[in-house]
């Protein structure tokens, strides 16, 4: 880690231990956004990036003022806690079981950490606006970095490490990907935060279409399938909330359409996406073969 790492990380720690408890999640976000996977300290063959760091000063946080997720435990609360412990028992079913196990340690310590952190700091619908409204906020300055990107033909965040200065180039595009180690992860944060700022959308006059205008920012200036997709469906399920009281039954359709497509395809249903290819190049056939090949 090099100076400019330990002063964010040392800062972002002071922070998440003395902020409020509705503005609590801040640091977080910031430390997801702001800081590559390049800075972290190395234990033994355990990596603490600084988002792990993050996550763990906020254990300590709640720890000390003893907060809890509203509510108890809930059912996706149960889910998620039942798929932690499938991730580790299933690491025996590899070849190679002990390293397997170490990256899946990795996997639901970020997963289960950052979920039940929210959890504290949420209680209510008022502090999930407040959390969406930060998001907002903190994806203004990413998103105006990717743009830089597709102008410069350079990455900014690369001076912490972890990412390259040159961006990425398909098919004559430049694939801005900001602080996150791809640019599908960085085109996915935006997509997926577009329902998101929709739902602000009545709750403030400039922070909904700022935070709506860097996500779309995110999406296009990524130059990737995934985003667009992500982008596409965000937004069949923000048209279909007027009929959201036929989920269950959509649910049913869906399944029964994917059985029929099934039956009527020459190669397996799942093989659909390998004809999707919405920013040209995509990879959609390997993804395909390997869940034929699980």
């Known amino acids: 880690m090099n100076a400019l790492g330990t002063i964010f990380v040392i800062v972002n720690s002071l922070a998440l231990l003395a902020l409020p408890r509705r503005w609590a999640a801040l640091p977080l976000l910031v430390g997801a956004c702001y800081m590559t996977l390049g800075q972290g300290v190395e234990i033994g063959p355990f990596s603490f990036t600084i988002i792990r760091i993050l996550a763990l000063v906020g254990f300590v946080r709640v720890l000390v003022r003893g907060e809890r997720p509203a509510g108890g435990l809930n059912g996706m609360d149960r889910l998620m806690l039942v798929w ?134 995110m999406v296009f200036t990524s130059a990737s399938s995934g985003p667009l997709g992500s982008l596409l469906l965000g937004s069949l399920a923000l048209l279909l909330w007027r009929w959201r009281h036929w989920t269950r039954q959509m649910r049913i359709a869906a399944v029964i359409g994917y059985v029929l497509l099934d039956l009527v395809m020459k190669a397996p249903a799942y093989y659909l996406i390998a004809r999707i290819d919405l920013a040209g190049g995509s990879t959609g056939w390997h993804r395909a073969a390997l869940i034929e090949s699980s």
């Open 84 to 217: 932690s412990v499938w991730a580790l028992v299933s690491s025996a079913f590899h070849n190679e079981p002990q390293n397997v196990l170490v990256n899946r340690l990795g996997l639901v310590y970020n997963t289960l950490g950052i979920y039940f952190l929210l959890r504290c700091f949420c209680q209510g619908m008022d502090d999930v606006v407040q959390l969406v409204k930060l998001t907002a906020v903190v994806l203004v300055p990413v998103a105006l970095e990717m743009v830089n990107e597709q102008i410069t033909g350079r990455n900014l965040f690369s001076i912490f490490g972890g990412v390259s200065e040159e961006v990425a180039v398909r098919n004559d595009r430049l694939r801005s990907q900001g602080s996150f180690a791809h640019a599908i992860l960085a085109g996915t944060v935006g997509a997926v935060c577009v329902p998101l700022m929709a739902g602000l959308w009545r709750k403030g006059a400039w922070l909904p279409k700022a935070g709506m205008l860097a996500c779309l920012a």
